[in-house]
């Protein structure tokens, strides 16, 4: 979620394991549990309304939070086949084997849902209370997790167990250091974190010691997508995919992709009504196919974009 089109996406709206994780490592209950949980109900008919961030499941199910309506959905084969309602602003997202991780803004926590069951499981950290903006979540595959904080300008990580084991960035403008960080992506190696009023993505490797900075903001003359290149307007999400960093710009509503030392390697995607475009673009991930898909509340669809340009 963008600071600079959070109002639009909201809509107006308050700001709001196969990974069961073995009984060895299920996330611990919390000491202050949500009063309110989310419920698996029967599918509706209703298509997505406003999805914003985005997660696939291995067996191809795309789910997409809408904290609009309180709901993640999740689609598969172009047919709704999960339906998790009672949610309270429901932002980040990601599934670990059959783990379902929802960040609410309301509740101010990241619970975990059992996918195979369709029941709670527990929480990040401590519950309620525990983040102030929980923007967006990665899984990495070994089950530690990573939570943008975005009000409190930091990513939380949570081991296995779901216990709080470290911390990256804080306010600032230094190497390490976050202004709105929006969205975080990891792999065997690394965690990029896309830094918005920084202008740019932040590189860590996964003992969370800092590594690079890619990009910066584009000139004010700035009218080419050639004049773009290796440059962020407002970062929306980050996506990883054989060393490649794909970052969601959503004031162009393009995707730009470097390779590991940031150099620039193409586009993806435009702004516009078209088939393959977005109006507000707010998150990118990979699909089933291994294509790109970008988010797009105000079209209430997710689209797979385009390469506009080498």
């Known amino acids: 979620m963008s600071r600079n ?4 996406a909201f809509f107006a709206l308050p700001l709001t394991c196969s990974c069961l994780l073995l009984a060895c490592s299920q996330p611990r209950p919390a000491a202050n549990e949500p009063s309110k949980l989310g419920t698996f109900t029967k599918l509706s008919k209703a298509g997505p309304e406003h999805p914003v961030r985005l997660a ?18 999740g689609y598969r084969d172009g047919h709704k086949v999960v339906e998790l309602a009672g949610l309270d602003g429901p932002l980040g997202l990601a599934v670990h084997g059959d783990s379902l991780f929802v960040g ?14 369709q029941r709670y499981v527990g929480v990040l950290g401590t519950g309620t209370g525990e983040f102030t903006m929980p923007n967006a979540i990665a899984v990495a595959s ?24 470290g911390t990256l960035g804080g306010l600032g403008t230094e190497n390490g250091k976050f202004q709105f960080p929006v969205a975080v992506a990891v792999d065997a190696n ?3 974190v896309g ?16 590594q690079r900075s890619l990009g910066s903001a584009p000139a004010m003359d700035a009218a080419t997508l050639d004049d773009l290149r290796g440059h962020f307007t407002s970062i ?34 435009r702004m516009g009504d078209c088939r393959a475009c977005a109006r507000l673009a707010l998150d990118v991930t990979f699909g089933p196919d291994g294509n790109l898909l970008i988010s797009d509340p105000l079209s209430q669809r997710w689209v797979s974009p385009e390469k506009v340009s080498p």
């Open 236 to 269: 929306a999400g980050v996506a990883l995919k054989s060393g490649d960093i794909y970052v969601l710009d959503a004031a162009h509503g393009h995707v730009q992709v470097l390779d590991g030392a940031g150099n620039h390697k193409g586009f993806f995607g």
């Open 5 to 8: 089109h959070r109002a639009s």
């Open 56 to 73: 696939v499941a291995t067996d191809g199910t795309v789910f997409a939070s809408d904290p609009r309506v309180g709901e993640v959905i």
């Open 142 to 165: 070994d089950g530690t997790a990573y939570v943008v904080d975005s009000r409190e300008q930091v990513v939380k990580v949570y081991g296995r167990d779901g216990s709080r084991s």
């Open 195 to 210: 830094d918005q009023d920084n202008h740019r993505v932040q590189v860590f490797d996964r003992k969370g010691r800092w």
């Open 190 to 192: 690394q965690v990029v």
């Open 104 to 117: 609410n803004t309301g509740r101010r926590d990241v619970e975990i849902y059992d996918l195979r069951t």
